[in-house]
């Protein structure tokens, strides 16, 4: 019995003493510090309360959140846009910095607003953290951003914030955990604080919140996958759901939820990694299993860390990327609004022989369109434009969308979400939701500025899964 008071006397001087050194160094008010404090105390509680018998983590999540809210000291200031003045159902959050080699955030920005339906961009906002100190690095983003995503930003589908270094924690003499370097304990620990201000600011926006790397690119029709598993849990006990196993990315808090985080994240932020104190709060909170859904909706896109630039191959297994082999191109209808020459037919740009179809002229808003006869699961899309030796005829601004049908439409979709952009008049793409279980009916091309001559549609050749494969 003394043995175990006197590990009990331990266990709390090593539990309280980190408390008062925490406030020491901390620069933020009393006022902060002594919430956090309430934090850590009612945190230590639920410690204490946890076994293996206990289920209803929902109560212990509760207690803890009794003295938790947003810090009030924290001045995240808005760079671009507004939040919207109406709660959407999603935040999608993305922390980013200069990276040694290269950026990726603009491929992350341009995959999740390209993998959604305008009835999708309806339902969330895209709120980005700018964490990098350089002032001439957030400006030439900033200035990126604002050109390339300007009517997102107009609709408030789009906020950047920034947060500056005042209001972070000491980032000298921290603990070095795991044997990492002094260079590298620093960088995981002002990341963390890095997320925990980003989920602060993201408190009010919505019902869930997403969080996601900024190296990414995402499934179309992601946002309804992930309403559509929200409603199934709506009445479920969970922390986070989470729809990528890679790192931070794809996990999935309800907005009620992060204060609580927040706190957790800054008050051992210099002990571990981000997704590994995740893992830990998992525990306290008695979700002792990652509610993960399959296949993954994210996708890791980069070569390189954000630390040093050191190579990463890192790839989601989970993720499948079908090889490139010939087109199918099932059994379909062609409409078109494009006006052709007398002796040209629609058929001959989905034809997989050498024709190809001529339009004399094309005005932005005409299309040409693939109806399937049976809807499929399209795992690539190719259109070709121009002439095949001199590339004239091309349609320099153009797009390919994919569409669905709800409503047995004879010639038409529903539904279309923008697949790509036209490249010096091609498109060769990967379509990433082969298994989501929505079938593709309808590929359109669709013109987006009057052209100054005719086009020349050589190909529009689609890959489609077999079902046999999916048995």
């Known amino acids: 019995m003394k043995d175990v008071l006197w590990i009990l ?65 924290v001045n995240s200031c808005i760079l671009i846009g507004a939040p919207p003045l109406k709660k959407r159902l999603l935040t999608i959050g993305i922390s980013s910095m200069k990276r040694p080699q ?20 309806k339902h969330f906002i895209v709120l980005v953290h700018l964490a990098d100190p350089d002032p001439m690095w957030r400006g030439q983003v900033i200035s990126n951003i604002s050109t390339i995503f300007k009517p997102y930003i107009q609709a408030s589908q789009l906020v950047v914030i920034n947060t500056p ?13 795991f044997n990492d370097t002094p260079a590298y304990v ?4 002002k990341r963390n604080m890095d997320y925990a201000f980003l989920m602060n600011f993201a408190t009010n926006h919505s019902d869930y919140f997403l969080m996601i790397e900024d190296d990414v690119k995402c499934v179309p029709g992601f946002v309804t996958q992930i309403a559509t598993t929200v409603s199934a849990w709506e009445n479920k006990p969970w922390v986070t759901l989470e729809f990528s196993p890679l790192g931070f990315t794809g996990k999935l808090f309800r907005t009620k939820d992060l204060p609580c985080f927040v706190n957790f994240l800054l008050l051992f932020y210099q002990e571990m990694p981000c997704d590994s104190l995740l893992s830990h709060f998992h525990d306290l ?22 630390f040093e630039g050191k190579f990463n191959n890192l790839k989601d297994k989970e993720f499948e990327e079908d090889d490139i082999s010939s087109p ?30 001529y339009a004399k002229s094309a005005e932005a808003g005409s299309h040409l ?44 979709c529903d539904d279309y979400i ?54």
């Open 186 to 189: 620093a960088f995981r620990s």
């Open 285 to 306: 909170l008695m979700q002792q299993t990652p509610v993960q859904f399959l296949p993954s909706l994210f996708q890791h896109m980069g070569n390189y860390f954000s």
């Open 418 to 471: 923008l697949l790509g952009l036209l490249v010096n008049g091609i498109l060769n793409k990967q379509v990433l939701s082969n298994k989501s279980g929505k079938k593709v009916k309808c590929v359109r091309l669709l013109v987006t500025a009057t052209p100054s001559s005719g086009i020349i549609v050589r190909h529009i050749n689609i890959w489609v899964k077999s079902s046999l494969s999916n048995m």
């Open 165 to 177: 270094l005042k209001s972070y924690l000491p980032l000298k003499s921290l603990k070095r955990n």
């Open 369 to 412: 369109t693939v109806v399937l006869d049976s809807p499929a699961k399209v795992f690539r899309v190719q259109v070709l434009t121009g002439s095949d030796l001199k590339g004239e005829n091309q349609l320099k601004e153009g797009q390919i969308e994919l569409g669905y049908d709800f409503n047995d439409q004879i010639n038409d």
């Open 9 to 73: 006397i331990v266990i709390a001087i090593v539990m309280v003493f980190p408390i008062f050194l925490f406030i020491k160094e901390n620069p933020f008010d009393t006022a902060s510090f002594l919430s956090l404090e309430k934090e850590m105390v009612a945190w230590q509680r639920a410690r204490m309360q946890i076994s293996p018998s206990r289920t209803n983590h929902l109560e212990t999540f509760k207690n803890i959140q009794k003295n938790s809210e947003p810090l009030k000291n």
């Open 328 to 357: 199918n191109n099932p059994a379909a209808s062609i409409y078109t609004s494009l006006k052709a020459t007398n002796d040209s037919v629609p058929m001959n740009a989905y034809s997989l022989n050498k024709n190809f179809f």
């Open 102 to 121: 290269r950026s990726y955030l603009l491929d992350t920005l341009e995959s999740l607003f390209y993998s959604s339906s305008l009835s999708e961009q």
